[in-house]
C-alpha cells in the first residue's frame, strides 16, 4: 500500500499521517471524543442495535474507553473524516470493540485497506478478535472476506436490556 502522490496525499504526510490510496488513518486524542461519539451514535444505528444513550452519555462513554485501555484511530479522507476504529490491547490479542465506516464510504475498499493497514502497522503479528451482532450477515461476510472464522458464540444478559452492551 505505497504512498499516493496526490496533493491531499502530500500534505497528510507533512503532517505525518499514514496515507493508503488517498486514505489517512492517525490516532485520536481527546479532542477527538465528541467526533469519535457521533460516529459510535451512527454505528449503533447502523448495526441496528439498542441504545437509550444520549449523546452526552455516548460521549462521556468514549472518554471513558479512551482513559482505561482503548486506543482509537480515525479515517480521513481528503478533509473528510470517514471512519474510525476502537481497540484495546490485550494480553493475548487486540480486541476490536468498533469498526466504522461512513455509509458513503462502504463496499469500495475502505474497511479492507484500513484494517491491512492496522494489523501491518499498529499491531503486527498479533491474533485479532471481535464481536459482530447477531443477524448482522454483511458484516460478518466482510469479516470472513478478510480471513476470520466463527470462534465462539457470547451470550448476554442484562437486567435493563434497553442498556445492555450497547457497541
Request: glycine letters at 8%; zero cysteines.
Amino acid at each position: 500500500m505505497g504512498l499516493q502522490t496526490t496533493a491531499a496525499a502530500a500534505r497528510a504526510v507533512r503532517r505525518g499521517y499514514p496515507v493508503i490510496d488517498a486514505i489517512r488513518v492517525r490516532p485520536a486524542s481527546k479532542v477527538d471524543v465528541p467526533i469519535l461519539a457521533a460516529m459510535n451514535r451512527e454505528l449503533i444505528t447502523a448495526e441496528g442495535g439498542p441504545s437509550t444513550l444520549s449523546a452526552g452519555q455516548l460521549t462521556s462513554r468514549m472518554a471513558a474507553f479512551l482513559e482505561h485501555g482503548y486506543e482509537a484511530h480515525l479515517v480521513e479522507s481528503g478533509d473528510d473524516l470517514i471512519g474510525y476504529v476502537l481497540v484495546r490491547r490485550d494480553v493475548d490479542h487486540v480486541f476490536v470493540r468498533q469498526f466504522y465506516v461512513a455509509p458513503g464510504q462502504r463496499r469500495g475498499g475502505v474497511g479492507r485497506r484500513v484494517f491491512a493497514w492496522l494489523t501491518e502497522k499498529v499491531f503486527p503479528g498479533q491474533r485479532v478478535v471481535l464481536q459482530v451482532r447477531t443477524g448482522n450477515e454483511p458484516v460478518v461476510r466482510f469479516w470472513e472476506s478478510l480471513g476470520f472464522e466463527v470462534s465462539f458464540t457470547a451470550l448476554e444478559w442484562s437486567p435493563q436490556p434497553d442498556e445492555a452492551q450497547v457497541r
